[in-house]
């Protein structure tokens, strides 16, 4: 059963269009959400989070929002640029309840088109 | 070092053997977990070091994987008899305390093999 699910594989956009993934969750105790970003041969790295007092956290060019009641999260990315091509992780925790552990959905690969 | 250090970065076993993979987590980290990412999935909670706490196993898929972490910095992860569905990558992350805590950083990862 999971618990976090990217529906999408796969995205591709046009270099300075925005990107957006989305991720949704069904274990109401989650209270912090994450993205991942994931280069081949590489361990993920960190990109922005948000804790679920807030519906939004902005970063640069990457936004995350969050809906509470719909339980979903998206990352925009604005402008996109080929750099950003790459694997997203949209991970989830339960930490209030003292569950720092994270729950990952499968991914979107996200390809930024010159 | 400045981040989380994996090793070996890749490891081919034979199905039956025993294998052993490092973690050296970021100096100063409290926390400690390990996780696995079989091919097409997301990555799977195996284990949690936080401190001198008994270790969160509940991710641990069977009796043959264990983990430790010495001196609460290095961690070895061991699996014994290795199967074919053990094939996947394994990856370290740490975190520190405070209000980072819920950011963990990773390592690279082992890919490991077995035939």
């Known amino acids: 059963d999971q618990q976090v699910k990217q529906n999408s594989p796969s995205l591709s956009v046009q270099e300075g269009r925005i990107s957006i993934l989305n991720c949704d969750y069904t274990?109401?105790?989650?209270?912090?959400f994450l993205w991942y970003k994931k280069y081949p041969a590489e361990g993920p790295t960190f990109l922005i989070s948000i804790s679920s007092i807030k519906d939004k956290n902005e970063d640069g060019r990457f936004t995350v929002f969050l809906n509470k009641s719909a339980k979903h999260l998206s990352l925009h990315i604005v402008p996109s640029q080929p750099g950003d091509s790459a694997v997203y992780f949209c991970?989830?925790?339960?930490?209030?309840?003292?569950?720092?552990?994270?729950?990952f959905g499968k991914g979107t690969k996200l390809s930024v088109i010159p | 070092g400045a981040g989380v250090s994996q090793s070996p970065s890749n490891k081919v076993t034979e199905k039956g053997k025993d294998v052993e993979l490092r973690c050296d987590p970021i100096s100063g980290h409290t926390a400690l977990y390990w996780y696995r990412q079989s091919l097409g999935q997301g990555l799977e909670f195996l284990i949690y070091?936080?401190?001198?706490?008994?270790?969160?196993k509940s991710g641990l898929p069977s009796d043959r994987f264990s983990a430790e972490r010495t001196g609460g910095s290095v961690s070895t992860l061991t699996i014994q008899r290795t199967q074919q569905e053990d094939s996947a990558v394994y990856l370290c992350?740490?975190?520190?305390?405070?209000?980072?805590?819920?950011?963990?950083?990773f390592g690279a990862g082992t890919r490991l093999s077995v035939l």
């Open positions: 991970a989830a925790s339960a930490a209030l309840a003292g569950s720092y552990q994270l729950t």
């Open positions: 070091f936080q401190g001198n706490s008994a270790p969160d």
């Open positions: 274990n109401s105790m989650f209270d912090y």
């Open positions: 992350a740490s975190s520190s305390l405070g209000e980072a805590k819920n950011i963990q950083y």
